[in-house]
């Protein structure tokens, strides 16, 4: 089974990618932002505390997401994953890579979108109009997102490095281009296997 990590600042394309990837490859789509929305939508007691820390920008609390994703790897145990934003700190990573040492498994390739700031915010304002998400509504809240991706997030890459996994790849361009960068990635690691 090949797993991988979508990776890259807020805005960087991760989930429009993902949608193709997942497609492409037959992955199973673990989105940790999508997962918390979900429960957000429900109502739910994890829910109701998550969206305290998104509404302004900051990341869940680790305890949190890896228990979810803990919970969607045993419902989902046959299938190579795809991971959209997660692990998104050095603890969330230990976990994982735990977590995947238990099924035998492990990550085949990290890819890290790089967009420049200028560009995320363009992007994630023009999506604010029509997404209804709480964390698009205005520029302090993305520049919040942004800047606890430099100081909690940036650091898992470093993580990723030490064993040879990473990939960065130019995440501006058309999103068929960036597609296309990412399935040549993805193709050669497959085949080194
Ligand atoms: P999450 O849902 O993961 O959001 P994010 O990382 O902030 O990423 P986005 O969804 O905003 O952007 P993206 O990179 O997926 O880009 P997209 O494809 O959508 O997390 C939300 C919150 O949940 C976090 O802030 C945190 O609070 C919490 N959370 C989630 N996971 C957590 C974790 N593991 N630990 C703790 N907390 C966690 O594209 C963005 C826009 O750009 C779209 O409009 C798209 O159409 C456009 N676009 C995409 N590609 C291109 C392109 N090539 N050219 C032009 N436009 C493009």
Known sequence: MFNLILFGPPG???GTQSEKLIRKY?????STGDLLRDEISKKTILGIEAKKFIDIGQLVPDEVVIGM???????HRDTGLLFDGFPRTQAQAEALDKLLKFKN????VFLSLEVSEEELIKRLLNRGLTSGRTDDTNEEKIRARINEYRIKTEV?????SQFDKVVIVKGEGTVEEVFNTLCKEIDTRMHQK
Not at 26 to 30: D, E, P, R, S, V
Not at 69 to 75: N, P, R, T
Not at 156 to 160: E, G, L
Request: hydrophobic share 35%; no cysteine.
């Open 105 to 108: 498994s492990e990550i085949g």
């Open 12 to 14: 960087s394309g991760k």
């Open 69 to 75: 994703i803990s919970s969607e790897l045993d419902a």
């Open 26 to 30: 037959g992955l199973k789509h673990l």
């Open 156 to 160: 898992v890459a470093d993580y990723y």
